[in-house]
């Protein structure tokens, strides 16, 4: 065996005390936001900057030995065709050189599933996804600069737009320090696993709590030289900065960045992925796709998914911050609005005519509530919602009622936002809100 000093060197690295190993890790941070120049950080957006990802992904997964060659060249996975699944680029002269994926916890799982056991932070009502499909071009790896853009675009779409309070990530052994001293994830009680998402390689798991990172941040960096210093660099920086975010008009985490024919390329031509899928996962991409694709799903998957009794209407993952006030109405009188219990909280996803919400305090089954957004997005206007169940851990299910015209002309609007995402109209149908 070939004697290694590198290795050596890592080995007797990582039996050093956990604090000074990651002293040594912070220290050896080097951002040069010169190197950036030029670069945007987005979703993907286009059947060719799709592409680009997938193709990058394949280069970077077979390099290192996380999947076998494919004729097509393509890394694609099952995670990737939902509209919540956010493919993000690094663009250089319309060169996709850097991208990884944020993977939004759905019916598909999310690609540590059966690895480890995460249904603790489901049980909990927590909000989870994963960081998955890093690949950066290797003559732009040795610059620590487009890396953590990447994670920093990630990171304030994870908590301004998509409401994520976990991160989760699998990593090779080799990595799994550096992503506990930097960005202060710990790692799941399981040893390293031999990971089929990646071909068997053996991985560490990790989660962190997002809601912790900024004061982490500020303790750590704050004090430390600008190269050196992750909390300016990722907590106050102007957002044109940080890069574009353009597609998340509505400040809601999903976005249908595939064409019709993308779909069909990606998930039925490429990779049998669609066809692959068991009917739960099958009825969520139905769920995404059936109002603005009807025409992508063959009659057999259709008359299965019936069965099942596919939602009626597109339910919008969401993170909108509100206030709740109880409508008290005294028999014989006008209702009144009650201010002294003021209940805060959060829309966790909604339909044409429904809504889920996760409060601060407890909320009253078959009662009555009016709802105003915070800072008036997406609508300045009350809304009123009649709690319908109550699904634990402070969350519930509501119903709009009186058919308010404020909620339908936003309903309206987000679908023409849709429409407007790279479709023909001869691919693409909306229902249009009643």
């Known amino acids: 065996m070939r004697f290694s000093p590198r290795k050596l060197s890592w080995k007797l690295f990582q039996l050093l005390p956990e604090k000074i190993k990651s002293g040594i890790i912070r220290n050896s941070i080097s951002i040069d936001e010169s190197q950036l120049e030029g670069i945007e950080i987005r979703v993907a957006s286009n059947k060719n900057e799709i592409n680009q990802a997938f193709k990058l992904l394949y280069e970077s997964y077979l390099e290192n030995g996380l999947m076998d060659s494919k004729d097509h060249e393509l890394r694609v996975t099952k995670y990737h065709c939902l509209p919540t699944s956010i493919i993000i680029v690094a663009v250089y002269n319309e060169e996709v050189i850097g991208t990884v994926t944020h993977v939004l916890d759905s019916q598909l799982g999310l690609p540590s599933e059966g690895a480890v056991d995460i249904s603790s932070f489901r049980k909990r009502g927590k909000r989870i996804a994963e960081i998955s499909a890093l690949a950066i071009k290797k003559e732009f790896r040795r610059s620590h600069s487009l890396v953590f853009s990447l994670t920093r675009y990630m990171y304030h779409y994870a908590t301004q737009y998509a409401g994520v309070n976990y991160w989760i990530i699998g ?61 300016k660099f990722y907590k106050q920086q102007d957002l044109k900065k940080i890069g574009n975010f353009e597609q998340f008009k509505f400040n809601l985490p999903f976005h249908y960045g595939f064409e019709k024919d993308s779909l069909e390329l990606f998930f039925r031509e490429k990779e049998k992925i669609i066809e692959s899928l068991g009917e739960k996962e099958k009825l969520e991409v139905l769920n995404a796709y059936k109002e603005v694709f009807p025409n992508f799903f063959n009659r057999n998957e259709t008359d299965i998914l019936k069965l099942k009794k596919a939602r009626n209407g597109v339910r919008y993952v969401s993170n909108y911050e509100i206030e709740i006030l109880r409508v008290d109405i005294p028999e014989g009188q006008r209702y009144s609005l009650d201010f002294k219990d003021l209940i805060h909280g959060h829309i966790l996803n909604f339909s044409r005519t429904g809504i889920m919400i996760k409060t601060s305090s407890k909320m009253a089954p078959d009662e009555s509530y009016l709802v105003r957004f915070v800072r008036g997005m997406p609508i300045k206007d009350l809304i009123e919602v009649r709690i319908l169940r109550d699904l634990k851990n402070n969350i519930y299910s509501g119903k ?26 001869e691919n693409h149908v909306i229902k249009k809100a009643a």
């Open 400 to 425: 709009l009622i009186n058919n308010q015209r404020s909620w339908i002309q936003f309903i309206k609007n987000l679908e023409l936002s849709i429409h407007s995402q790279n479709f023909d109209d």
């Open 171 to 231: 990593v090779r052994s080799n990595v799994a320090s550096y992503y506990q001293a930097l960005f202060f994830f710990h790692r799941f009680k399981t040893k390293k696993i031999a990971h089929g998402f990646v071909n068997n390689s053996p991985s560490y798991f990790l989660y962190v709590n997002l809601g912790e990172l900024e004061s982490l941040f500020f303790k750590h960096y704050a004090y430390k030289e600008d190269s050196k210093n992750l909390f």
